[in-house]
Each structure stands twice: as structure tokens, then as C-alpha cells.
T-cell receptor, first 113, second 113 residues
């Protein structure tokens, strides 16, 4: 069965650069969630989209933005990168919002130097 | 405030021994509770959710609203159970919608031969 796809899997950037992370949900899933997991930390919710509209917002810095496109894939744009942005970024998708089961992608590991 | 607490960072047991991973939550409404597992270098995978009342890989978890707990149990641990286990809660989102997961800090289970 198709799973959530994230690209790239690894990314190295310098401070103050920008990065774009992509997430391709499971086919027919209409909801995408983004989470950030720092080293040794639990995943923290950043933002979510349902039917291409932002549905909820968590601890996402103003330097970050995201959107969901017509094909339901989502992109997380990160600008003015800081050392503290180094983390594993997970995308999850579900069919419908609310308490539906979320299926996670493998994550993008971002390292900011 | 919504919160998930996993008091043990590391739990080490011998193969064949019973396992209990503790999870307590704080939530004012009716939450949906999940257990996710993360094997080494793999994505987060749903292990079970309380609403389905399933037993996956021999694991069970019962929601105790009186004690606000959702402990994960397995009568006989196997070496392949060694992984990071996250308890998560789905409830009212920051924007009022539901869906985003709130994770505990995770418990690393190590099953020794």
C-alpha cells in the first residue's frame, strides 16, 4: 500500500538560508499535518491543512509557512533558518480531519549549520 | 491544558517478561488516545488507538477516564518490541478544530535476551 512520501529525506542548509520540504499524502487522504521533532524530543505539531485550507496551527514560527495544493500535497517553507531549526520534520496524512488515524511519512532530517 | 505524560524515559525488561508503558493525559473533553511506535530509523507507526479496542502485536491499552491513563501492556515481551513508544492524544486544536496530535516525551523500551 502507498504510504506518505516526504522529500527530501535529508537536507543540509546554512544559517539564514531557506528550505522547502515536501509531503505527498496517501492517495485520497485530504488532510495533512506537519510535526517537528528536535533531537531527543517528542514530535511537536506545527500546522495542518484540510481540503487545501489551513485547519489548525500549532507552534510554527512566523518564519515558516506552508500550504496544501490542489493535488493535496503540501509544502513547508522555512526561511531565515536558525541552528535551532535542525530537527526531523514529519508529515502525516489522514482521510478527513478530527480524530482520524494519522499515517506518518519517514520524515525529512534538516541540519542547519 | 492538554498534556500527555510518559513518566519513564527508558524501560528495560528481559524477553518473556510483562511490559507496561505508562501514559497519563490531561484533557477536559473526550480525547482520542493513541499509541505510536518508532522502530530504529523508521517512521512513526500507529500501534493502536483506544476507540478500536484492538490488540496489535500482543499489545493492549485500556482507557481509564477516572485515572486519566492509557497504559500500554504486553504480557510477554519480545526482543523485536524494542523501540520508542509514544502515547498521543487527539483533541481540541489550537484553532478550535480537532485532529492535531499531542505527544508524550516517549518511552524507549529495551527488551534483553
Amino acid at each position: 500500500a502507498a504510504g506518505v512520501i516526504q522529500s527530501p529525506r535529508h537536507l543540509i542548509k546554512e544559517k539564514r538560508e531557506t528550505a522547502t520540504l515536501k509531503c505527498y499524502p496517501i492517495p485520497r487522504h485530504d488532510t495533512v499535518y506537519w510535526y517537528q521533532q528536535g533531537p531527543g524530543q517528542d514530535p511537536q505539531f506545527l500546522i495542518s491543512f484540510y481540503e487545501k485550507m489551513q485547519s489548525d496551527k500549532g507552534s510554527i514560527p512566523d518564519r515558516f509557512s506552508a500550504q496544501q495544493f490542489s493535488d493535496y500535497h503540501s509544502e513547508l517553507n522555512m526561511s531565515s533558518l536558525e541552528l535551532g531549526d535542525s530537527a526531523l520534520y514529519f508529515c502525516a496524512s489522514s482521510y478527513g480531519q478530527g480524530m482520524e488515524t494519522q499515517y506518518f511519512g519517514p520524515g525529512t532530517r534538516l541540519l542547519v549549520l | 491544558a492538554q498534556r500527555v505524560t510518559q513518566p519513564e524515559k527508558l524501560l528495560s525488561v528481559f524477553k518473556g517478561a510483562p511490559v507496561e508503558l505508562k501514559c497519563n493525559y490531561s484533557y477536559s473533553g473526550s480525547p482520542e488516545l493513541f499509541w505510536y511506535v518508532q522502530y530504529s530509523r523508521q517512521r512513526l507507526q500507529l500501534l493502536l488507538r483506544h476507540i478500536s479496542r484492538e490488540s496489535i502485536k500482543g499489545f493492549t491499552a485500556d482507557l481509564n477516564k477516572g485515572e486519566t491513563s492509557f497504559h500500554l501492556k504486553k504480557p510477554f515481551a519480545q526482543e523485536e518490541d524494542s523501540a520508542m513508544y509514544y502515547c498521543a492524544l487527539s483533541g481540541e486544536g489550537y484553532g478550535g478544530s480537532q485532529g492535531n496530535l499531542i505527544f508524550g516525551k516517549g518511552t524507549k523500551l529495551s527488551v534483553k535476551p
